[in-house]
């Protein structure tokens, strides 16, 4: 795999603020579920009838198999992955956070670079909601 310097060096936004996960930039590069701004928001995943902890283990397991996803960071309640796109060397970074008061699964798929994605963290993060759907959970 190609390591791009442009994207190796992993952003100091990453991770929980007071309770969120970091805001998109304003390029269209990126989604979150906690997002106000309707281009860049996508729906948190619900774990319908299952618990937070097979949800979180199913999300682990998922990114495990993917060979494009490397976890960084895994706790009972966050989950950050970086996803590289092996021909260019790009990263984009995945991050997932439980919230207790919600009963959702945030989820936050940003590229490194401020250029436009084509789609792709949508796509990622609509792959994972296809995946949990099949097994039963997402409402």
Request: charged content about 25%.
């Amino acid at each position: 795999m190609m390591t791009n310097p442009l994207t190796s060096k992993r952003p100091q936004s990453l991770g929980v603020h007071q309770g969120r996960l970091s805001s998109c930039p304003t390029a269209h590069n990126s989604v979150c579920s906690q997002s106000e701004d309707p281009e860049h928001y996508t729906e948190p995943f619900a774990p319908g009838l299952r618990s937070k902890q097979e949800l979180m283990r199913r999300l682990k397991s998922a990114l495990a198999a993917c060979e494009e996803a490397e976890i960084i960071t895994a706790t009972d309640d966050y989950l950050h992955a970086e996803c590289h796109a092996s021909m260019l060397g790009l990263v984009d970074d995945l991050e997932l956070l439980w919230s207790a008061e919600e009963g959702v699964c945030h989820v936050r798929s940003a590229s490194r670079l401020g250029i436009p994605d084509f789609g792709r963290n949508r796509t990622r993060v609509e792959k994972l909601r296809m995946l949990l759907e099949g097994w039963g959970f997402c409402e």
